[in-house]
């Protein structure tokens, strides 16, 4: 028996103990410390010699079984039955691996996992596991989840999801992207779609057939006047623009709402960041503003985490049975764990309390950049929303050199030239503010704003 076996516990970590527990046993079998065939000590005795009570040690061990390491019978022992394979020796090629991991990412597009209260993060997930798991799939998504939405857009966004709409679960935007293009549109069929844009939303169009059209953006969003009446849909992101960051006016937004109805398009509204408006209440929604031609997109991986992995999508009841119809088709649904877990953060207040601190918590941080920024000269587009600001450039060169030199130094930059479907015509990156923490991004925008103000200097020369 196996008195000795090194075992160290942190009480202040994160981890469960038991999990600990388990982790050392399988790297003392790594490690070769244990060997197959090998007796491990007593669950009692273990938990004595650790100092932890024995449900503890009980429960490593049963996770230790499951996963087939462990063989035993009551009363007769537990035993290393198979022993995990030792790292390799020679080094290995991950095609996976990410190039920007050591960066710091000023990348727009990420949520501020700063701002999430742990302790409710953590209670929603034991919640979430408290439930018996699921036998057949729910196409629709979880009803509980499906509450939590239509409560959530009513509330913080204005959008009443009554007898005209309904509210169905995705797997984020890009994925209910693709399921409109397969049941609303046909291989060849047009969809506009701001420029520059949303190229995951570009992506998801083309890779079910669907043509796309660019169509350019000034200060106030998506210019509708030239959309052709040929279109069948229009992608956009009214609330935020993406990249440029302009909101939408009403004016603009009566507009599009017209020439949908006008030519029989329906328009996709993303409402990717539209949370997150820190000067004046945000405008209405376009679904809610003409919920007969719009279909309303939403997601947790702007607001909250992209560990959920689920998004929502509201439109007339006839849009919503033909999603329903090719999921059927096609065999798929959105994943329940993460709505689950979202269903369980909403159910306490917890969603209404992390928007509410994000209100708090993010303006700060657009506050340093900006700050930053204008000590260097450079100003910023796009209105006082959603998770990041735009520095516009003189051209492609300057570009360039900025996002260059940048990287040299050990920051991410996210030029505006790969966000265009056509030749580029806007030129300078987006600074996202909110996936760094706090103290990185004071570490990473004085790099940023220096690297910037040079590319201008050098243009000027």
């Known amino acids: 028996m196996l008195d000795d076996l090194p075992i160290p516990l942190d009480r202040t970590a994160a981890e469960p103990l038991s999990v600990q527990v388990a982790d050392a046993l399988r790297a003392a079998a790594t490690d070769r410390v244990l060997r197959i065939g090998d007796r491990l000590p007593s669950s009692r005795a273990l938990a004595q010699r650790l100092g932890v009570s024995r449900t503890v040690v009980a429960a490593a061990y049963d996770q230790l079984h499951a996963e087939g390491w462990l063989t035993g019978k009551h009363g007769s022992g537990t035993y290393l039955s198979t022993a995990p394979a030792t790292a390799p020796t020679t080094p290995t090629i991950h095609h996976d691996t990410n190039p920007n991991a050591d960066l710091l990412d000023l990348s727009p597009g990420a949520p501020c996992a700063e701002a999430v209260n742990s302790a409710a993060w953590r209670r929603a997930w034991r919640a979430a596991g408290d439930q018996a798991p699921e036998t057949r799939k729910n196409r629709a998504g979880e009803p509980d989840f499906r509450a939590a939405v239509a409560d959530?857009?009513?509330?913080?966004?204005?959008?009443?999801?009554?007898?005209?709409?309904?509210?169905?679960?995705?797997?984020?935007?890009?994925?209910?992207?693709?399921?409109?293009?397969?049941?609303?549109?046909?291989?060849?069929?047009?969809?506009?779609?701001?420029?520059?844009?949303?190229?995951?939303?570009?992506?998801?169009?083309?890779?079910?057939?669907?043509?796309?059209?660019?169509?350019?953006?000034?200060?106030?969003?998506?210019?509708?006047?030239?959309?052709?009446?040929?279109?069948?849909?229009?992608?956009?992101?009214?609330?935020?623009?993406?990249?440029?960051?302009?909101?939408?006016p009403a004016s603009r937004r009566v507009e599009l709402i017209e020439f949908a109805r006008t030519t029989g398009a329906f328009v996709i509204e993303d409402d990717y960041d539209g949370e997150l408006r820190y000067d004046t209440a945000p405008l209405p929604l376009l679904a809610s503003m003409a919920p007969d031609v719009v279909v309303h997109l939403g997601t947790t991986s702007k607001i909250i985490a992209t560990t959920l992995g689920v998004g929502w999508l509201v439109a007339r009841p006839d849009i919503t049975d033909a999603v329903l119809t090719h999921r059927t088709h096609i065999g798929s649904s959105p994943s329940p764990a993460g709505q689950r877990v979202l269903s369980e953060f909403a159910r306490h207040g917890d969603l209404a309390r992390h928007l509410r601190r994000l209100r708090r918590v993010v303006p700060p941080r657009r506050a340093l950049v900006v700050d930053e920024l204008a000590r260097h000269g450079l100003p910023v587009i796009g209105d006082d929303a959603g998770s990041h600001v735009v520095v516009e450039l003189p051209d492609a060169a300057a570009e360039r050199h900025a996002v260059d030199t940048a990287r040299t130094r050990g920051v991410l930059l996210d030029g505006l030239a790969r966000h265009h479907l056509a030749e580029p015509h806007h030129f300078g990156v987006a600074i996202g503010y909110t996936a760094l923490t706090s103290a990185d991004l004071a570490r990473a925008m004085p790099i940023a704003a220096e690297c910037l103000a040079q590319a201008v200097a050098d243009h000027r020369r």
């Open 152 to 248: 959530h857009l009513l509330r913080h966004r204005g959008l009443a999801a009554g007898p005209g709409s309904v509210v169905l679960a995705t797997a984020g935007a890009s994925s209910a992207v693709a399921e409109l293009a397969a049941t609303l549109l046909r291989p060849g069929d047009t969809v506009a779609i701001e420029n520059p844009g949303y190229l995951r939303a570009v992506g998801a169009f083309r890779a079910a057939g669907i043509e796309v059209l660019p169509i350019p953006v000034d200060a106030d969003g998506l210019r509708v006047d030239l959309i052709p009446a040929s279109v069948r849909a229009v992608y956009c992101t009214p609330a935020h623009q993406f990249p440029l960051g302009a909101m939408m």
